[in-house]
Nanobody
């Protein structure tokens, strides 16, 4: 069982920045591909970004490319999401996810979520 704890959400004005962190209990953190998902009210949960075990490979949904950066520190068992140039449409609950699969589509461990609200 892997426990994930997100932090760093909050209220920010459009154009501002936030940095989300996800600390894990995984003893073998480097064995997991990590990602960030989000779910806005009335919408389905969608992947925002994911990062491979080594950190060399990343993926971003088109709507956040060039604004968000995912990174990981395997020594600290932590994954980050730096969010810049935030827009009101980025408002959602953001979830950290871990999976042994590369695409984070199955056998996913989830965090409890952290609210990000971007005001216009």
């Amino acid at each position: 069982q892997v426990q994930l704890v997100e932090s760093g959400g909050g209220l920010v004005q459009a154009g501002g920045s936030l940095r989300l962190s996800c600390a894990t209990s995984a003893r073998t953190f480097s064995n997991y591909n990590m990602g960030w998902f989000r779910q806005a009210p009335g919408k389905e949960r969608e992947i925002v970004a994911r990062i491979s075990r080594s950190g060399w490979n990343t993926f971003y949904v088109d709507s956040v490319k060039a604004r968000f950066t995912i990174s990981r520190d395997n020594a600290k068992n932590t994954v980050y999401l730096q969010m810049n140039s935030l827009k009101p449409e980025d408002t959602a609950v953001y979830y950290c996810a871990a999976s042994s699969g590369p695409a984070l589509t199955e056998d996913i461990y989830w965090g409890q979520g952290t609210q990000v609200t971007v005001s216009s």
